[in-house]
C-alpha cells in the first residue's frame, strides 16, 4: 500500500488504481501443444502476455485545525491574583451610581448615602475576610424593606492602583460574616486610564463586565465565589465596582472581600 498526506484535507477514502504491465516472460504452466502450436503458426510472434493488476489504497487525510476562542470563559491556566492596593491608600466608596453613570460620594454614617465607618470600602482590599464593607446606598440603617429590595444597591468603589495599568480579566466576590440577604448577585467592573477628579465622570469609564457575582448559589459565611472570567485585553489604572442586584430584601449590601485576577 501507498499512502498519500495532504495536511489541509481530512478525507477517509479508497481509490483503486488499476495498472497494466506486461511481463516479457512466458506464463508458468502453459501446456506444451500450446506453445509448439504457437511456434508452428508463427515463429516470430511474440510470446502471450500476462496482464497483472496492481491495486494501489490512496488514503487523503485531513487535520483539524483549532482556533483559540474569543468567547469562552473557561480557563486552564491559574489566574494571578492582582494586589489592590491603590494609589495614595485612597478607595472612593459610592452610592447612587450606575454603569456608564457619574460616582456620586458616599461618606459615613447610617443613612442614605452612607456608609459604616468602620466598615468602610478600604476592607474589600485589606485581603481578610474577617472585615467588611456595608453601605446603605438609598435607605438608611433599620429602613422598612422596599418590595423591590432596592438598599445598598448602585453602592460600590473605586480607586487608582498604586502600580499603575494593570490587565484585569478575572474577579471573585467573598461574603461577609453573616446577613446571607446582604450578599451581591449582580455586579459590574469598569476600567479607565484617568485619575482624580476625572473618575467621578461616568464618560471617564470603560465596562469591562456586568453579571452574576458568582455567588448567586450562597457559598456560606466569609467564603468566596467562583472565579468570573471575562474578556479584556487593555491595561487600566483605575477601577470601579458596582452592585445593582442583591440576594434579598435587606436595609444594605455586603461584602468581605473583591479579588482581581489576570489570566
Not at 209 to 223: A, C, F, K
Not at 246 to 255: A, I, L, P, W
Amino acid at each position: 500500500f501507498a499512502s498519500y498526506m495532504n495536511m489541509n484535507n481530512i478525507i477517509s477514502a479508497d481509490q483503486i488504481i488499476v495498472e497494466v504491465h506486461h511481463s516479457d516472460t512466458n506464463e508458468p504452466g502453459l501446456s506444451e501443444k500450446t506453445i509448439n502450436e504457437e511456434e508452428e503458426n508463427a515463429s516470430d510472434t511474440q510470446p502471450p502476455k500476462r496482464d497483472i493488476l496492481i491495486m494501489v489504497s490512496i488514503v487523503f487525510l485531513k487535520t483539524t485545525k483549532t482556533h483559540p476562542s474569543t468567547t469562552g470563559i473557561r480557563k486552564t491556566q491559574s489566574p494571578n491574583r492582582i494586589l489592590l492596593i491603590a494609589a495614595n491608600g485612597s478607595v472612593n466608596s459610592v452610592y447612587d451610581t450606575y454603569v456608564g453613570g457619574n460616582s456620586n460620594a458616599a461618606t459615613p454614617g447610617r443613612a442614605s448615602g452612607q456608609y459604616i465607618a468602620t466598615e468602610s470600602p478600604e476592607q474589600v482590599c485589606d485581603d481578610t475576610l474577617s472585615t467588611k464593607y456595608l453601605s446603605f446606598g438609598a435607605c438608611e440603617e433599620g429602613a422598612k424593606y422596599d418590595n423591590d429590595h432596592g438598599c445598598g444597591l448602585h453602592t460600590g468603589f473605586y480607586f487608582e492602583l498604586a502600580s499603575g495599568p494593570t490587565l484585569v480579566n478575572g474577579l471573585t466576590i467573598c461574603t461577609a460574616n453573616d446577613y446571607s440577604e446582604r450578599d451581591p448577585t449582580v455586579v459590574s467592573l469598569e476600567g479607565s486610564n484617568l485619575t482624580g477628579g476625572n473618575l467621578t465622570l461616568g464618560k471617564s469609564w470603560t465596562l469591562l463586565y456586568n453579571g452574576s457575582s458568582g455567588i448567586v448559589v450562597d457559598p456560606g459565611r466569609e467564603q468566596c465565589g467562583s472565579i468570573i472570567v471575562f474578556s479584556n485585553t487593555k491595561e487600566y489604572k483605575s477601577y470601579r465596582f458596582l452592585v445593582s442586584g442583591k440576594r434579598h430584601r435587606s436595609d444594605c449590601v455586603q461584602y468581605s472581600e473583591l479579588y482581581l485576577y489576570i489570566y
